[in-house]
Structures are given as C-alpha cells and as structure tokens.
C-alpha cells in the first residue's frame, strides 16, 4: 500500500473517530449537552487525537530510520571478497539501488512477479540485456553480488513495508478503538484534549533544540572524520591553503581567518561610525517628520538580500575601486579585493548598527538628559559626554553582533572578495575567507571520502564557535545594559 | 555688601548679548555634531539610491529583447519532412532562412543585404522555437491541398546583437570579440532600420527556463520563479504552524525552569547563526542521511524552514505578549479553561502581528542564498519541475541562486540577466513587505 493511501486511511479514520466518538458521548447522556462533563467536540478531538497522532509519529519515525537500517544490512550483506575497499564498496552499493529500485519499478510495472524478481540470478546470459528488457538501466554488466544485495534489498524494503502499514494500521484502529471507549459523558475529555495539545505544543518548541542538535552534530562528526586525516595543528595553525584534488593538500586556515577578519574590519570601519551617527541624529535630534521618512528608508538597507549587495559589489564597486584607486596606485589590478568586500559589507551592516543602537540610546532615561541640559551644556556635550557613556555597553553589544554579522557573511565575499587565499595587508588585493571556501569546497563533485571536502565542515564549525561566542557575549552585554535602567 | 562684589571665576565679557569666545566655540561644535548627523543619515540614503540605481540601470535591459519579426508559412509537408531528418531543428533553420528572404525582400533590402548573413544574427534557438510551434501544428495524414499555416515570431537576435544595441557591445570590442564582427553589427544597424529588427518588450525573462552559456538571449526565469514559489509553499506550510506553536507555548505554558531557558537561549542563538550554517546542515542531514535529492525544492524549503523559524517564533512571542493580561483575566473569569482563553482570545488578537512577522521570514527566506547553493541549488536546470507534490522532488533553481549562477558565467549579456533577476526578486520582496506593512497598519490596536 503506497504511503499516501496510510496517510489517506489516518486522517479518515481520524475524522471517523471525531464523530462517532461525539455522538457515542452524547447518547450516553441520554442526548443532553447539560449532563456532560465537557463540551461534545472536547471528546470528538480526544478520539481525533488518539487516533491520528501516535499512528503519524509511528510512520513518520519508520520511514526516517528504514533507509539508515536498510542500507547497513545490505552493505553488510557484500562478501568481502567483492567489495575489497571502500571505493568498490560505495560503487557496489551505488549499483545495487540502483538494480533494487529498477526492480520495484518492473514489479509495480506488472512486467516481473515478486517471486521472479527475488529468483532472478546472474547466471544464464548477460543480466544487463535482461534487465534493460525490464526497463532497468544499469552502466556496467552487474555482478552478481550486487544482484544478491539488490534483491536482498527488495526483499527488506518490502517487508518493511508491509511491516509498516501493519503497524500504522494497528496503531490507528487501537487509538480509534481506546478513545471511542472513553467517550463517555462522565469522562472528563476537556482535559484529556488539553493536555494531548499541550504535549503537541510542547513538541514543537523542541524543533529549536533538535536544529541546535541537527547543526552540531551535522559538523562535529565530519570534523573529527577530517581530523584523523589532517593533522589538527596543520590546520589550525598552518599558513598555506592549497587544496589539490590529487590529495597531499596543504588545507591551513590562517589565510582563511585572516581574510575573514580584514574584511569585518573594514566593514566595521565603515557601517560603525555611520550607524551610530545615524542613529544619535535619529533619536536626539531629527523632528517626527524627518524621522518617519529617514528611519525606514535606511532599515530598507537592512531587508535587501545579500546577493543583491554581492551584484553590487561585482559590477559596480570592484570595477570603480579598481580604476580609480588601485590602479592608479598601482596596488593592484584586481576587482575583487578586500576593500570591495569590506565596504559593501559595510553598507550592509549600516541599518544594523544604527537601528539597535537607537533602541540602546533610547533607552537611555530622559531624567539623565535633563540633568545635563539643566547643568547648561549644550545638546551634543549631553549625548558625547551623558547619553553616549550610559549606552556604552549597549552599542558595544550591538557592534559586536554586527561584526558576528559580517564574519558569517557569505554572498557579499563570495561575488567582491575573491578566491585566492593570501595574508597581506593590502586592503586592493583579492583575499579569500573561511565562508567562500565553505562554498567553493561543498559545491560541485563531493567526495566524503577526502579531507579536502571535509575540511569544509571544519570551517563550518569554527565558524559557529566563533559566530556563537560573539553573540552570546554581545546578548550577554545587552541585557546586564538593559537591567541597569529597569 | 561685599558678597555682591566677588570676582567673577570666568573671563566672560559680562554681557548676556554678546557671546564669548568659548561658547561660540561650544556652539560650533554642537553645529559640527549635528552635521555630521545629518551627514551619516544623507550617507545612508544616498547608498541606498545608488544601490538601486545600479542595479536598475544594469537590469532594466533584461526586460527589453532584440528580435527579428518574421512571418513564417509552413506546410504539413515541411513539417513532416523536417521531423524526419536527422538534425530537426537545423531543417527549421533553413525554413527560417526561406521566409527571412521574403521578410528582407519585403522590406526593401533584399538587394544589398546576403540572406545567409542575416541568419547570422539570429538567435541559436530560433530553430527550436519555430519547432515547438510546427510539432504543435502538425495534422496527420496531411491534409490536400495542404494549405500551410503561418504566424507572426518574435525570433530573438544573438545576444552580441542585442548588446550592441543596448550599448554593451561596440564596434571596438567586436573587432576582437570572435564570435561578432563590425560588418555583422553594421548590418544589424541596416535591418533594424528596414524594420526587421526590432527592440521589443521580452516576456520569455520572466517564463523561459535557464539557457546555456552561448545563449544569453534565451535566458529566462521561469524555472526559478517556480522553484523559489515552492519553498516557499514549504516554508509556510512548516515554519507558520510550527513557530506559532513554539511560541504559544513558551509565552503562555512554559514553566520557568533550566529547560524552558534553555530553549530560549537556543532561540535567540539560531536567529543570529550564519545562513551558511544551515546550508552544511542541509547538506549533511537531509541529503547524506536522509537521502532527499539534490537541488530539490524540497530539502531547500526544509533548510529555509529551519532558518527562519526564530524569526518566526520570536515576532509571534512579541506579538502574543502585546495582548494585555487583562483579556485573559476575563476569559478565566467566565470559566474558560487556559487553552481556550489562549486560541480563542489570544490568539485571534495576536494574530495580525503574527501575520507581519511571517511575511517578513518569508521574505528573508525568499533572498537567502548561501545555503542553497550547498544543497546544489546551483546546477543547470532547463526542465521545470512538475505540480507539487511530485514537483517538491524534481530539480529545480530558486531566484537568488539564479542570480549567483548568472555571475558565474563568462559572457557578460549574464550579469544583465543577473541585475534583472535582481529587479524580479526585489519586485516580489517590496510587494510581501509592503502588504507586512500595510497589515500592521490596518489592524494594529493601541491597548
């Protein structure tokens, strides 16, 4: 039975559930609504509850593990002698679904019984005619351990299968059955409902963790993976990054690190002191009407997608910075340089600066201002020598969760800053970063089996630690600031 | 007596009228600082509107095509003899060929113009344009007398021709361009002046499918559009129910408890992981573990859905805490249960600020690249993928990844195609953050 038929029969029976187990509550209070405990449609939803939920969650888990299960017991299932080393293995294996999914198709086709399918055997001709006769297309004359392997998973996946409606079904019409039992007028279904919802409710706040979980766990095991290939000191501390798909790469990430930092700063240079700016303007000094046409037009910065800023920099900002500065300064010829990058960056870090630092300096009490103001200085004595010390911590929040902002940066560096992997203080040369070799290593051909694609997960996971302990800190920062003048 | 008489500390004039010199001096400075302000804010406008402007003056060509405007006649018998040679499309291109003679001779330049030239100047995928149609038109057995039938194409001139004509390309760099002459670029400056070759309004940016890096003219949006359309269906499927869910639950349920912090401080960590992050995780869990597909609309919108999920949920614990303690004060009071006051009362109240939160997820959702490209959001994709929800497992592109993939090509006719996917895409995110707005306005309450 194909999934979406189980999915059909579990949501009708649900709805089944829901109005038989109302009507059967109604009747046993003889049809009166006053002697029930709980409204007729509490013990309609718990039946719908019972019903559909365990029997989802069932089918959901089955269908997640089956494949991790299934392709362990076939691997397993290759002799050694036919798969020497992993390459054949992965090959082998390739090949094999590749047979099994060709021969579910026959069989769904009607052109192959089960029992043909599972007696099918390498003997006795060439099984690739045969099998391009079923309508399955497979490179290489298979052999016959991966037609075994193919057939013992046909064999699994159908008794999986089989296992699975089995369970699902028994699931379903125990719950169906259980609630429709309950539905009596003295049960309290009001409660019961509640409680189902709360657990559901509960569920889904988990989705946070379990991404947390999902992320971390996604890149700590490719990275332990990378370091038992390359050494952990030679990347850490290694200046040279030279990927070669040969192997005998040298994969440091100095050059990386330091390209990613030179690129924040730049943009930090740039997007802090107009942000702030801004900012002090906005909150201090611009009237409501300056104020409700200015404000927005800059957080409109902020909604723009990074790829538009990449374009930006690519065709406009490089080409400009290239021949009105670089060139002629002889610093370089490249477009895509540091200083490209950075600026760009820059701008796109503007509103980010300058809204939550006006949230910051907002906060600030006016009782301070007038404190100032009645001492006789002047409005911009008060905000340099006031308003700016009391939001101090805040803005320190706010940069820092902009620098976190710019190191993780992806689009913009990946169209302004270049490929080549170089430490110089050149801001007009082209300089790489940790997230470009993300993409540039993660795209294309993968090979799981080589440092120079895990390698990538390992940036990754620098990357996170150091994005996660920016903003931890900058959130930190943030809310001692925040319980100062509450 | 003497009190009244003590010097005075400052050496001020003594006059209120006129200023001394350390409060001009204060007073300029309070002048400068307020410059400056207004500059930072005259700074970030101004690169907002170069910003835009850049991209527009880039784009705004894509939306414009050079064509050829040809009357075609085919008969069933050309029809059926091209579908039966070996090289289909190049027999339409001979046809083509045959009526380009007519529409030169037409137009009064049949003399001083080759027709064989001519077809120089158009297109690579006019053949294949012309055959559609025929396939389409094509009647068995072939009716007598086979009368033929025509129609009107918009064949679209070789993207260099194009450019020349949108001041991309110029006599100077065709000299060294080989795939464009100077005497190719005069001609096409004869026939657009014959009327033959004409700037027109070009539809296909918008529905045709990515083309091949020769043929920049042919390259349009459509498989993008679709792809970018689908996740988003995804993400508001998932992240709407699942967000407001979480958030129902930690404003109004949680117990104050380590978990329950835990959770939070998760939360507000997710919202600020690089997006780049969620691409590895992509990668790793739904296509090495999972085994979805690559380029499937479907791990892409998983991978947004995530990604925007503390967007989500953080927007909707805001708006849920704005609804005043109060009206829960009354439905408790009536005898509502905790979870009634909560969707009967609260959430109703809560939900036009939900509303604006999600539209502005969706849009950031709807401009992400990076972790797209790590789930091979970036291959070649010409097919469109089927009606969900088969199609969510079909290959397909997503706008901002199109953009990206345009970069990457060499003839720069792409980046023009690229600034104008840019235009496409900041079209659909001023409309979702427009209609945010306006929500907010309309039904937005000051308790």
Redesign the interface.
């Known amino acids: 039975m194909p999934t979406h038929w189980l999915l059909a029969i579990i949501l009708v029976l649900a709805a089944a559930g829901y109005a038989a187990a109302r009507a059967r509550a109604l009747a046993t209070a003889g049809g009166s609504m006053r002697r029930m405990h709980s409204l007729p449609r509490a013990y309609g939803m718990t039946a719908l509850i019972w019903t559909a939920v365990p029997a989802l969650l069932i089918l959901g888990a089955w269908i997640?593990i089956q494949?991790?299960v299934l392709e362990a017991r076939v691997a397993g299932s290759i002799p050694e002698a036919a798969a020497s080393s992993e390459g054949q293995r992965s090959l082998i294996m390739a090949d094999v679904r590749r047979i099994a999914t060709g021969l579910q198709l026959a069989v769904q086709g009607g052109g192959l019984g089960w029992d043909e399918a599972l007696a099918l055997t390498a003997d006795g001709g060439s099984l690739r005619t045969r099998l391009a006769d079923l309508g399955i297309a497979v490179g290489e004359e298979p052999g016959p351990a991966a037609l075994d392997a193919a057939q013992v998973w046909v064999q699994i996946e159908r008794v999986g299968h089989l296992a699975m409606t089995g369970v699902v079904l028994a699931a379903t019409a125990a719950g169906f059955a259980l609630s429709l039992i309950r539905a009596r007028a003295d049960v309290n279904a009001?409660a019961s409902?509640?409680r189902g919802?709360?657990v559901?409710?509960?569920g889904?706040?988990?989705?946070?963790?379990l991404?947390?979980v999902?992320?971390v766990m996604?890149?700590v095991?490719?990275t332990v993976d990378f370091f038992s290939r390359y050494s952990w000191t030679e990347f850490f501390f290694s200046t040279d990054w030279n990927p070669r798909f040969q192997g005998g790469s040298d994969l440091g990430m100095l050059p990386l690190l330091w390209g990613t930092l030179y690129i924040s700063l730049i943009a930090l240079i740039v997007a802090v002191?107009?942000?702030?700016?801004?900012a002090?303007?906005?909150s201090?000094?611009?009237g409501p009407k300056?104020r409700a046409v200015?404000k927005p037009?800059?957080e409109?910065?902020a909604?723009?997608?990074?790829?538009?800023?990449?374009?930006?920099a690519?065709?406009?900002v490089g080409p400009f910075m290239r021949d009105v500065f670089a060139q002629p300064m002889g610093l370089g010829n490249s477009s895509a340089s540091v200083m490209t990058a950075g600026l760009v960056m820059g701008?796109m870090l503007?509103?980010f600066v300058?809204s939550l630092s006006d949230d910051i300096i907002t906060a600030v009490p006016q009782a301070l201002r007038d404190a100032s103001y009645g001492l006789g200085s002047?409005?911009?004595?008060t905000?340099?020598q006031v308003v700016l010390p009391a939001a101090l911590p805040g803005i320190v929040g706010a940069i820092l969760?902009a620098a976190?902002?710019a190191?993780?940066?992806?689009?913009i560096v990946?169209?302004g800053a270049g490929a080549a992997a170089r430490m110089s203080v050149n801001p007009f040369e082209a300089m790489t970063t940790v997230?470009v070799k993300?993409?540039s290593q993660?795209?294309g051909d993968t090979d799981?089996n080589s440092p120079e694609t895990l390698v990538?997960?390992a940036l990754?996971l620098t990357?996170?630690v150091i994005?996660?302990a920016l903003?931890?800190l900058a959130?930190y920062i943030v809310r001692r600031y925040r319980e100062q003048y509450e | 007596m003497s009190d009244a008489s003590a010097p005075r500390s400052t050496g001020a004039s003594g006059s209120l009228m006129v200023l001394d010199a350390r409060t001009k001096k204060?007073?300029a400075?309070?002048r400068?600082?307020?410059y400056?302000?207004?500059?930072?804010?005259g700074?970030?406008?101004l690169?907002?509107v170069?910003?835009l402007v850049?991209?527009l003056s880039?784009g705004l060509g894509a939306f414009r095509q050079t064509v050829f405007e040809l009357e075609i006649t085919l008969t069933q018998a050309q029809i059926t003899e091209a579908e039966e040679a070996l090289l289909k499309t190049s027999v339409y291109r001979g046809i083509i060929e045959e009526n380009m003679r007519e529409a030169l001779d037409a137009a009064g330049v049949g003399d001083e113009v080759e027709t064989a030239r001519a077809m120089e100047l158009l297109g690579g995928d006019a053949g294949s344009t012309l055959r559609q149609w025929a396939v389409s038109q094509r009647v068995t057995p072939v009716p007598q007398p086979d009368e033929g039938v025509t129609r009107t194409f918009d064949f679209l001139a070789d993207g260099r021709i194009d450019g020349y004509f949108k001041g991309r390309v110029t006599m100077e760099t065709a000299e060294l361009d080989s795939r464009v002459s100077p005497e190719e670029l005069q001609l096409a400056d004869t026939l657009r002046e014959a009327g033959v070759l004409r700037i027109e309004l070009n539809p296909g940016f918008l529905t045709m499918p990515d083309a091949s890096e020769n043929q920049p003219e042919a390259a349009g949006l459509g498989v993008a559009i679709v792809g970018s359309l689908y996740m988003m269906l995804i993400v508001l499927c998932l992240a709407l129910?699942?967000g407001v869910?979480?958030s129902?639950?930690?404003e109004e349920?949680?117990p104050k408890n380590w978990f329950t912090d835990?959770?939070e401080v998760?939360?507000?960590?997710?919202a600020?992981?690089?997006?780049?992050?969620?691409?590895?995780?992509g990668?790793?869990?739904f296509i090495?573990?999972?085994?979805l597909p690559l380029s499937a609309p479907i791990v892409g919108g998983l991978v947004l859905t995530?990604m925007t999920?503390?967007t989500i949920?953080i927007s909707t614990r805001a708006a849920l805490k704005s609804v005043p303690p109060s009206i829960r004060s009354a439905a408790l009071g009536v005898g509502a249960?905790?979870?009634q006051t909560v969707f009967h009362h609260v959430l109703p109240l809560a939900a036009p600020g939900i509303l604006t939160g999600t539209i502005i997820g969706l849009?950031q959702a709807?401009?992400?690249?990076?972790p797209l490209?790590?789930i091979?959001m970036?291959a070649f994709v010409q097919d469109y993928p089927d009606a969900p929800p088969e199609g969510l497992f079909d290959p397909a592109s997503a706008l901002?990844v199109q953009?990206?993939n345009w970069?990457q090509r060499a003839d720069p006719a792409f980046?023009e195609r690229?600034?104008g996917a840019?235009i496409v895409?900041?079209v659909f995110?001023a409309i979702m953050?427009v209609t945010a707005v306006l929500l907010r306005r309309r039904f937005e309450r000051r308790w």
């Open positions: 997640l494949p991790v009001r409902v509640e919802i709360l559901l409710l509960m889904t706040a988990l989705v946070a963790i991404t947390t999902g992320i996604s890149m095991f490719e002191p107009i942000g702030l700016f801004a002090i303007y906005l201090e000094y611009a300056v200015a037009l800059i409109v910065l909604g723009i997608p990074t790829i538009v800023y990449g374009l930006f690519l065709i406009t701008i503007i509103p300058s002047t409005q911009s004595e905000v340099r969760l976190s902002r190191i993780g940066e992806t689009m990946v169209l997230t993300i993409v993660l795209t799981f990538a997960f990754g990357l996170f994005t996660l903003n931890v959130l | 204060r007073h400075a309070e400068r600082f307020r400056y302000g207004m500059g930072a804010v700074l970030g406008v690169l907002l170069m910003l850049s991209i880039n129910p699942i869910c979480a129902i639950y930690l349920f949680a835990l959770i998760n939360i507000s960590n997710l600020a992981v690089p997006s780049i992050v969620y691409g590895i995780l990668l790793a869990i090495n573990f999972m085994g995530l999920l503390p949920i249960s905790n979870m849009a709807l401009g992400e690249t990076a490209l790590l091979g970036v901002p953009v990206y970069t980046f690229a600034s840019i895409l900041l995110l953050n």
